[in-house]
């Protein structure tokens, strides 16, 4: 599959995805403003697709995380059934599905960091690399951090649907931490299978 073929495809999922959490969310402010990253995401990865069309492995996985996004924001994310499921299955004492959410705002920018470093700033150092994209992936999990905050001021009570910190005073700290697993886990994982497709690109 194209790379324009598995871009609409993506959008096309989300969009369906979008329509069907959309209908009666938990709370219709929280539900925009969880899933407010894929309306923004959507038209700039279309917009982009000419000019620097991502690899398979990094649509992929903005894709699971979009879908990450929307299925939590329909229920919001202390009450996802799945980390209800998990909560159950694992002995949790709270709903993990947040934690899930931020291990892959780690995880997924990493990868879209990584290629723009290599691509477009042509970064050639592994180890500078590396350490650059666990910054941005953490930069980028800060700046959502100072967005809850944000809407914590603005929203005064209403905003704990969006916040989602169950009780734990650590929650932000939580956050930031699985986001940095999730880079480091990312180009672990993921760094020889992504050079490859990098390197298949016209």
């Known amino acids: 599959m194209t790379s324009d073929r598995l871009l609409t495809t993506v959008c096309a999922i989300w969009v369906i995805a979008l329509l069907a959490s959309g209908i009666a969310p938990y709370d219709r402010l929280t539900w925009f403003m969880e899933v407010l990253p894929v309306l923004i995401a959507a038209p700039v990865l279309l917009a982009s697709r000419e000019r620097l069309p991502l690899t398979t492995l990094a649509y992929v996985l903005i894709a699971i995380h979009g879908l990450i996004l929307i299925y939590g924001g329909a229920y919001t994310y202390a009450r996802v059934p799945l980390g209800f499921w998990l909560q159950d299955v694992l002995g949790f004492d709270r709903n993990p599905y947040d934690r899930i959410g931020h291990l892959a ?6 990868i879209v960091a990584r290629e723009l470093l290599l691509r477009v700033f042509r970064i050639e150092g592994r180890k500078i690399l590396f350490f650059l994209v666990v910054c941005v992936a953490l930069a980028i999990s800060a700046f959502y951090e100072l967005i809850e905050w944000w809407a914590a001021l603005v929203m005064g009570a209403d ?13 932000t700290q939580w956050d930031m931490f699985l986001a940095l697993l999730g880079a480091i886990a990312a180009q672990l994982l993921c760094g020889p299978w992504h050079d490859r497709q990098i390197a298949r690109l016209p």
Do not use: H, M, N
């Not at 705002?105 to 990493?110: D, I, K, L, M, W």
């Not at 989602?164 to 929650?171: A, E, S, V």
């Open 159 to 171: 905003s704990q649907e969006f916040l989602g910190t169950q009780g734990d005073i650590w929650d």
């Open 105 to 110: 705002q780690g995880f997924v920018p990493a």
